[in-house]
């Protein structure tokens, strides 16, 4: 029977209640793709569409919860508690003052947004009315997602977890009510989904918040409703980094999910159900990414580079197990995992399940070098080190994402050289391609250790 090392235990304690965390909320997003998907093809499209552009938000979230994490971490492991929750306290503010801005932005220029990705008609209408509630709540999503990184960073990735399924309870209930028009709600179709994600995340924020204030958790939250200037001058120095890479990654993807669009609402359609379907995937390697972001601060703070090290290692053979298994999965059953997603009276359900079948298979191909990523880009986090993340994004994503996308997805010709359009598939396997790179790029810079030195 197999059994785990040392290091390996303390690996797999942290990382199972962030794998069970994923596991639900991807589950939600499951639930809300099956719910949508029965209204019609247009709603999937224009709630995935909707989704790529809230997500754009995303790198200023991360500007705050990895230098929270990566803070959090090495005073913990100094065994600092008075410093890790002065972090907590300042990264709370900071997150709740930046979310205003950006609820701002979604409400009154999010349809200039997807005009540019190319939406229009129908699509534009649907996606910008489900994107206005998205945005609504974005500073309580802000404190809510900072409030989880700081616990994690403290080694406590059990809360999360709990109140992250209650939360998607709440949320899929609602989505039945909403969605559909049960129980005396209005009927409200793809909006009805924003509106029961906004309804779960404000109640799981609450929750978690009595819970910090009542001093029940590894670290607390006792306000003194002041700033700590250079408190947040250190979790904004590391997390700057993060924004840069993040931003990239999103502007990337912006580029990315415009050239998708336009092979057409299908292989739009496609695409969205391929990508929820993939997710599944993810959730062993998120779990690892917070492990080893977690501990590998911990170990630095406590003067272990070497275990930290031994602590990335470990997570890197463990994450490789587990996505290899959903690599096979994903690999030989394609068809059986699209086909919940569609209704058979579509006029495009034919379509669509053989396209989102081949994404499946080309992206499986790929999930070990992608467990490879989460785990290494979050240990290179945990330390502190920001800024190699950042220049992977910046070139990896480019070369061998989006340029290799738009040219064999459309076709090129120079001089005596011209290839015809291979369509929607060549931006898959591009994305494929670039999981591997990721990966390459990642290793070697995790080889030199310079991040053993980094200094939060």
Do not use: C
């Not at 995303?58 to 008075?82: K, N, Q, W, Y």
């Not at 129908?122 to 489900?130: K, R, T, V």
């Not at 918040?209 to 939250?221: E, H």
């Not at 690892?288 to 580079?305: I, K, T």
Request: charged content about 10%.
């Amino acid at each position: 029977m197999f059994q785990f090392n040392n290091t390996q235990r303390r690996i797999w304690s942290l990382a199972w209640p962030a794998i069970i965390a994923n596991i639900s909320q991807t589950m939600l997003n499951l639930v809300d793709t099956l719910m949508v998907g029965h209204v019609s093809a247009l709603a999937i499209a224009a709630v995935g569409l909707g989704g790529q552009v809230s997500w754009f938000m995303f790198p200023i979230m991360m500007t705050v919860s990895v230098g929270t994490l990566a803070l959090v971490a090495r005073f913990v492991g100094a065994r600092d508690f008075e410093s890790a929750e002065l972090v907590l306290e300042q990264s709370l503010y900071l997150a709740f003052i930046l979310g205003v801005p950006v609820m701002l932005f979604g409400w009154f220029f999010g349809d200039d947004v997807l005009r540019i990705m190319g939406a229009k008609g129908a699509l534009l209408s649907l996606a910008d009315s489900y994107l206005k509630v998205v945005f609504l709540f974005y500073p309580i999503r802000f404190v809510l997602f900072t409030s989880n990184s700081a616990l994690r960073g403290a080694g406590d990735t059990k809360t999360p977890m709990k109140v992250g399924i209650l939360m998607n309870v709440l949320n899929a209930t609602f989505d039945y009510l909403l969605i559909y028009g049960k129980l005396g709600f209005p009927r409200l179709g793809a909006v009805g989904a924003a509106w029961a994600s906004g309804i779960g995340i404000t109640t799981a924020t609450v929750i978690v918040m009595i819970l910090l204030l009542s001093g029940r958790l590894v670290i607390r939250f006792s306000p003194s409703w002041s700033f700590h200037p250079e408190m947040i001058g250190r979790i904004v120095r590391i997390g700057t980094p993060t924004l840069v890479e993040r931003g990239l990654f999103s502007f990337y993807n912006f580029l990315y999910m415009s050239i998708v669009t336009r092979f057409g609402d299908v292989a739009l359609a496609a695409h969205q159900i391929g990508l929820r379907v993939e997710s599944i995937a993810y959730m062993p390697a998120f779990g690892f990414n917070v492990a080893s972001s977690a501990l590998v601060g911990q170990n630095l703070g406590a003067g272990r580079p070497e275990e930290a090290e031994r602590t990335v290692k470990e997570a890197i053979k463990m994450v490789s197990l587990f996505m290899s298994a959903m690599a096979m999965v994903l690999i030989f059953f394609p068809r059986y995992l699209v086909m919940p997603f569609l209704t058979s009276s579509d006029p495009n359900y034919g379509t669509v399940l053989h396209l989102a079948s081949i994404y499946l298979l080309i992206v499986g191909i790929s999930e070990i070098p992608l467990g490879w990523v989460f785990v290494l880009s979050g240990s290179l986090r945990g330390a502190g080190d920001t800024k190699s993340p950042m220049y992977v994004t910046a070139v990896s994503k480019l070369l061998f994402r989006i340029i290799p996308a738009y040219l064999l997805g459309f076709g090129f010709t120079i001089g005596p050289l011209s290839l015809g359009g291979m369509g929607v598939v060549a931006a898959w396997v591009a994305m494929s391609l670039e999981t591997f790179t990721s990966a390459a790029m990642y290793w070697w810079i995790f080889k030199r250790g310079k991040w053993k030195h980094v200094k939060v």
